[in-house]
């Protein structure tokens, strides 16, 4: 593994890229680039500074020049916190200080084991926990849990009819495979999750949720839109401030996104989601379908380095209940890396490949 920064300065005045390209066994190489420029970028009124200078700060927090509350910035969102409430926290929302703190080491220890227990038996092991995930940073919140509603912090049960379709989906076979990481076989890139497939990143959601590592998502603003950039995969939503969602025959990986500003919250809805993902879905749990999932979000500046990020989950072919879940976007100092990851990425050739050497060499064996 090896670090190398390289800092190029170009005649022009006023521009610098630094480039620092970081190796990550197992992961697509990931390239960071910092632009200072005298101009503007990514479209005419797009503002990619962090606080605009020419922009105005009011009683709800500092304002873009064209008025709107300021979102934008590098905002990381890892915490230790689980999605749901632990048993030993039962009747508990809140934790005291310490009490988090002994969530936050505790978790911290069990991941850094990995690194001296090894991979198991046949498996080539994955990434160092102290070295490349945001699990070396012992931090929880002072919630129990991430999701706040329903009030026992627990998902709610699914409906009969979503335990119905999921057990017909696994008698079929499985397909689609909507989760994330992991699969059902080493067949064809299909049969593995969507984002082994470099479809969708597994912290990115929609809604986010902290997972290993590239918790971070860039907020760009111009008049009429916002623009969530993740770090994971690269996803990218662009979200109009006006207008309908797109025809329910028009399906995508990430919905079809509208926003708009109740006081000096920003709120997405999003809807028109693909079959192919699942109504919710952690890094390795999905559950039902989102192909009729109504997701609303909230993003509100509480102060100069912090977003209150909430979420809520309405979909009632899968769930008996809606529910929501709360926690902090914390300001970044750090520009975002390039995860290039793509459907041609050299980890699924090798992991399709892995397989198909050793169906040859049990041919072998058998002859």
């Known amino acids: 593994m090896s670090h190398n920064d390289r800092n190029l300065r170009s005649t022009r005045p006023g521009f610098r890229v630094r480039i620092r390209m970081v190796g990550r066994e197992g992961a697509p190489m990931m390239k960071r680039l910092i632009c200072w420029a005298g101009v503007a970028a990514l479209g005419a009124g797009l503002s990619l500074s962090p606080a605009p200078a020419a922009g105005q700060t009011g009683a709800e927090g500092p304002r873009t020049p064209w008025g709107d509350p300021d979102l934008q910035g590098v905002w990381d969102y890892w915490t230790f916190t689980p999605l749901e409430r632990p048993d030993e926290f039962e009747g508990r929302g809140e934790l ?69 379709a999921a057990e017909a989906h696994r008698a079929a076979g499985g397909y689609p495979v909507r989760i994330r990481v992991g699969g059902l ?29 590239n918790n971070n998502v860039q907020i760009f603003q111009a008049p009429g839109y916002v623009v969530l950039l993740h770090e994971m995969v690269h996803d990218v939503r662009v979200v109009p401030l006006d207008g309908d969602a797109l025809p329910p025959s028009i399906r995508q990986w990430l919905g079809s996104s509208r926003g708009r500003w109740e006081g000096g919250t920003l709120v997405v809805e999003t809807t028109n989601f693909t079959n192919g993902t699942g109504s919710f879905n952690t890094s390795f749990v999905s559950w039902g379908s989102a192909s009729n999932t109504r997701l609303v979000e909230r993003f509100t500046r509480v102060d100069g380095d912090t977003i209150r990020y909430e979420f809520t989950v309405e979909d009632p072919d899968t769930w008996t209940a809606p529910f929501t879940g709360r926690f902090p976007l914390n300001r970044s100092d750090a520009p975002l890396y390039e995860y290039a990851c793509h459907e041609g990425n050299h980890g699924m050739f090798n992991l399709l490949s892995g397989a198909r050497a050793e169906e040859r060499s049990a041919v072998a064996e058998q002859q």
């Open 185 to 213: 076989n080493e067949d064809g890139p299909e049969a593995r999750g969507v984002a082994e497939r470099c479809l969708l990143g597994f912290s990115t959601g929609p809604p986010m949720l902290p997972g290993g590592y």
């Open 96 to 164: 005291t200080a310490e009490e988090a703190a002994v969530v936050a080491q505790r978790s911290n220890a069990e991941a850094l084991a990995r690194d001296d227990d090894g991979p198991p038996p046949g498996e080539v092991g994955g990434y160092s926990q102290a070295v490349w995930t945001d699990r070396a940073r012992a931090t929880a919140l002072t919630q129990a849990s991430l999701l706040v509603d329903p009030p026992d912090g627990r998902l709610p049960a699914l409906t009969a009819e979503a335990e119905a």
